[in-house]
């Protein structure tokens, strides 16, 4: 008997990796009384992929039971699928599982012809299953299910998996390798204990089970001798065991330093020692913000505290750590003056970047239970965007959708975060002021607002001088727009420099052997050169940006600086403009001894630069 699994994921990225088959096959494979009788394959494509292709993979399986996944991205193109193997293999045992099996079976049902539906968690499950089919015994009746019986939804609901150790690890099964390399999820634990009642998670019995502290050991050290480039932790409270958390935190300190790893927070159980083991990693931490106001954030199921929030979150800022917020428009109860409150007061606590979207108003939850009955109108089918409500109505979220966009772009994207709030200041805006002002002249120049995912970093680099340009000339505040240039200038280039990967410089031995006059050289496609009107080394020592201290108490004497990643950090040389000159030259086609001679610099200053920069992997060269 053949089992195969097909995943559909959303679009190609670091997080799109078929967990859930792996965790199927892992625990099918090794089970006693399907081994030998069972084949479990697994199959990925993306949405978008032709279903006659799909169908055409499929069968050259030849499976006798097809399995699918369904989340929101993929629940429509699932059902065309499911419609169509009905149409063409009348005899395939056709199942599916995800949260939206779960939380939706009868609308599922209804829209597919699935032969039933596995709710909840799936190994348990489908190992039964796979048994009752090979004892040739009724599907009728299997716990973890939903089906229509006489045309009458049956739901018959499994207890949880009360120890994880049960269950066989994917990734030490070598079933994820090939997804490693370009990142991986990693399954830390299982359920919430929070009853948010727009979640999927709130769903549950808000019970926390982990997987054993040595198989996390393992399964790390496997991912990172082959190559891990990043993370992304999946457990939506990986702080509420504090001596866990740490432990796990020092362990990746200790044997993944290199890696980019991903992880979402409590921001109420954060203390000052996780926030400095954050810091010392290289990653992001993400803090379910959602809404900053009580009574919203109370009506959700959910307790928030400005000033404890705050405390919490100035702990990451004093670490060092990088975080980052969600924020969602729309919740019961929720306006737009609410939401635009809560943004400003989400932009005041210097997050890295800011995840805006509008409520999901999911099937299952209490949310959607109650969503007509308080004047919720959304849209009926994936993604389940709310449209309007009594408190939101349609003009507002259009306005709250533009300044998330705005948001996207001009702070996120634009890694305005070290900058922003102090070009605030200087311009006497609140911050959601600034991008409000950014959201209509972006809309006035482009004629619509648009999505971040069209404007590569450079182009919103531009969009951001020119909007301050004339913001600043707008404002009769000319005389700061230099030293706002020069932060906006200045971040826009650290951000290039630390997603680029330096060359290898040679080592001093070889280095000295090089007669790199004669050479032609090339600028690295890591370096960036700048100029900028005031001292760039005098305004990053004066902290956080005060134009107005800075107009005041610096001179626009110039600077040229060169940006580049080196010794595992971003570093910044200030330099004369002679040498300035010559790195702007070096393009590979002349020779670097001619290019000097052209800059009247003497060839033995020339050289001992030169001996530097490729020393610093500002240059490349054979």
């Known amino acids: 008997m053949n089992l195969h699994l097909v995943t559909l994921h959303a679009m190609p990225s670091a997080q799109a990796v078929p967990l859930a088959a792996a965790f199927l096959k892992a625990y099918l494979d090794q089970s006693p009384a399907l081994q030998g009788k069972v084949a479990v394959t697994t199959a990925e494509f993306f949405c978008g992929t032709p279903l006659e292709q799909l169908v055409a993979s499929i069968k050259e399986q030849q499976p006798d039971i097809v399995g699918l996944p369904v989340y929101v991205w993929n629940r429509e193109e699932c059902c065309k699928?499911?419609?169509?193997?009905?149409?063409?293999?009348?005899?395939?045992?056709?199942?599916?599982?995800?949260?939206?099996?779960?939380?939706?079976?009868?609308?599922?049902?209804?829209?597919?012809?699935?032969?039933?539906?596995?709710?909840?968690?799936?190994?348990?499950?489908?190992?039964?299953?796979?048994?009752?089919?090979?004892?040739?015994?009724?599907?009728?009746?299997?716990?973890?299910?939903?089906?229509?019986?006489?045309?009458?939804?049956?739901?018959?609901?499994?207890?949880?998996?009360?120890?994880?150790?049960?269950?066989?690890?994917?990734?030490?099964?070598?079933?994820?390798?090939?997804?490693?390399?370009?990142?991986?999820?990693?399954?830390?634990?299982?359920?919430?204990?929070?009853?948010?009642?727009?979640?999927?998670?709130?769903?549950?019995?808000?019970?926390?089970?982990?997987?054993?502290?040595?198989?996390?050991?393992?399964?790390?050290?496997?991912?990172?001798?082959?190559?891990?480039?990043?993370?992304?932790?999946?457990?939506?409270?990986?702080?509420?065991?504090?001596?866990?958390?740490?432990?796990?935190?020092?362990?990746?300190?200790?044997?993944?330093?290199?890696?980019?790893?991903?992880?979402?927070?409590?921001?109420?159980?954060?203390?000052?020692?996780?926030?400095?083991?954050?810091?010392?990693?290289?990653?992001?931490?993400?803090?379910?913000?959602?809404?900053?106001?009580?009574?919203?954030?109370?009506?959700?199921?959910?307790?928030?505290?400005?000033?404890?929030?705050?405390?919490?979150?100035?702990?990451?800022?004093?670490?060092?750590?990088?975080?980052?917020?969600?924020?969602?428009?729309?919740?019961?109860?929720d306006c737009f003056d609410k939401f635009r409150e809560g943004l400003n007061f989400a932009l005041s606590l210097y997050p890295n970047h800011l995840d805006i979207f509008p409520l999901a108003v999911l099937p299952g939850t209490k949310v959607a239970h109650k969503a007509a009955a308080i004047g919720m109108r959304h849209l009926p089918g994936p993604p389940y965007t709310l449209l309007e409500s009594t408190t939101f109505p349609l003009a507002d979220m259009a306005r709250a959708r533009q300044l998330g966009s705005a948001s996207d772009i001009f702070y996120s994207r634009g890694k305005a975060v070290a900058w922003f709030n102090g070009v605030a200041r200087g311009l006497k805006l609140k911050p959601v002021e600034l991008l409000e002002r950014f959201a209509d002249w972006l809309q006035q120049r482009m004629g619509r607002m648009p999505d971040?995912?069209?404007?590569?970093?450079?182009?919103?680099?531009?969009?951001?001088?020119?909007?301050?340009?004339?913001?600043?000339?707008?404002?009769?505040?000319?005389?700061?727009?230099?030293?706002?240039?020069?932060?906006?200038?200045?971040?826009?280039?650290?951000?290039?420099?630390?997603?680029?990967?330096?060359?290898?410089?040679?080592?001093?031995?070889?280095?000295?052997?090089?007669?790199?006059?004669?050479?032609?050289?090339?600028?690295?496609?890591?370096?960036t050169l700048l100029p900028f009107h005031y001292e760039i080394l005098d305004i990053l020592d004066s902290g956080e940006p005060d134009l107005a201290w800075i107009s005041k108490q610096l001179k626009q004497t110039g600077s040229w600086a060169a940006i580049y990643p080196a010794h595992g950090e971003v570093c910044t040389e200030s330099l004369i403009r002679p040498y300035y000159r010559l790195l702007e030259e070096l393009d590979g086609n002349r020779t670097a001894g001619v290019i000097a001679k052209q800059l009247r610099i003497p060839a033995a200053d020339a050289l001992e630069f030169l001996q530097f920069a490729m020393a610093e992997g500002m240059v490349t060269g054979e």
């Open 81 to 333: 699928l499911i419609t169509m193997l009905r149409q063409q293999f009348p005899d395939l045992l056709l199942i599916a599982g995800g949260p939206e099996a779960t939380a939706d079976p009868a609308r599922l049902l209804a829209e597919a012809p699935f032969d039933l539906l596995v709710v909840g968690e799936g190994e348990l499950t489908a190992a039964e299953l796979l048994e009752r089919c090979l004892a040739g015994a009724p599907l009728q009746g299997l716990p973890g299910t939903a089906q229509l019986v006489n045309d009458e939804l049956q739901v018959i609901p499994r207890a949880q998996i009360e120890d994880l150790a049960i269950l066989p690890s994917p990734y030490l099964a070598g079933l994820l390798d090939r997804h490693i390399e370009n990142g991986m999820v990693w399954q830390l634990s299982r359920g919430c204990p929070y009853a948010c009642e727009f979640c999927y998670d709130g769903m549950g019995d808000r019970k926390v089970r982990r997987y054993p502290l040595d198989r996390m050991e393992q399964e790390l050290a496997y991912l990172v001798e082959r190559g891990a480039s990043q993370i992304f932790a999946l457990d939506s409270t990986f702080n509420t065991d504090k001596k866990r958390a740490k432990h796990l935190l020092r362990l990746i300190r200790e044997t993944a330093p290199d890696v980019h790893f991903h992880f979402e927070v409590r921001h109420e159980l954060l203390d000052k020692e996780q926030a400095q083991l954050f810091a010392q990693l290289t990653c992001s931490v993400q803090i379910g913000l959602q809404s900053a106001d009580p009574a919203v954030a109370g009506g959700v199921g959910r307790a928030f505290n400005r000033d404890e929030f705050t405390a919490k979150v100035m702990l990451l800022n004093d670490s060092g750590a990088t975080f980052g917020f969600d924020l969602i428009y729309g919740l019961p109860d």
């Open 452 to 527: 971040e995912a069209e404007l590569d970093d450079q182009q919103i680099w531009q969009l951001q001088r020119q909007f301050l340009t004339a913001l600043f000339d707008e404002r009769k505040a000319q005389k700061l727009l230099a030293a706002a240039l020069d932060c906006v200038d200045y971040h826009y280039a650290y951000g290039v420099a630390l997603m680029a990967v330096p060359p290898i410089p040679p080592d001093d031995e070889a280095l000295l052997k090089l007669d790199l006059l004669k050479m032609r050289l090339e600028r690295a496609s890591s370096l």
